[in-house]
Nanobody, 126 residues
Framework: QVQLVESGGGLVQAGGSLRLSCAAS????????MGWFRQAPGNAREFVAA????????LSADSVKGRFTISIDNAKNTAYLQMNSLKPEDTAVYYC???????????????????WGQGSQVTVSS
């Protein structure tokens, strides 16, 4: 069992920045790939970014490349999503998730992620 606690969402003007955090906790020490997804009203959930458990590789959606940066602090089992140059179309509920199999390659597919956070609302005003 892995619990994920997200923080850092909020309201920001277009062009602004926000940083999301996702802290993972488990009963035993484990290694996770961590990912971020988002879901806007009326839309399906979509992949945003993912990072390997050791920070050795990342994967990002084309829509956020150059604007969003994913990072991980292994000591804290915490992933971060730094979001810059935000646009109104970035408005969504953002979810973090973990892939509990560290031998996997990174994936943008939801079904590769076993545990999910509660979601953080990000609203970008124009």
């Amino acid at each position: 069992q892995v619990q994920l606690v997200e923080s850092g969402g909020g309201l920001v003007q277009a062009g602004g920045s926000l940083r999301l955090s996702c802290a993972a906790s488990a009963r035993t020490a484990r290694r996770f790939h961590m990912g971020w997804f988002r879901q806007a009203p009326g839309n399906a959930r979509e992949f945003v970014a993912a990072i390997m458990w050791n920070g050795g590789g990342t994967l990002s959606a084309d829509s956020v490349k150059g604007r969003f940066t994913i990072s991980i602090d292994n000591a804290k089992n915490t992933a971060y999503l730094q979001m810059n140059s935000l646009k109104p179309e970035d408005t969504a509920v953002y979810y973090c998730a973990v892939d509990i199999y560290p031998w996997n390659t990174l994936s943008s597919l939801e079904d590769r992620y076993t545990y999910w956070g509660q979601g953080s609302q990000v609203t970008v005003s124009s």
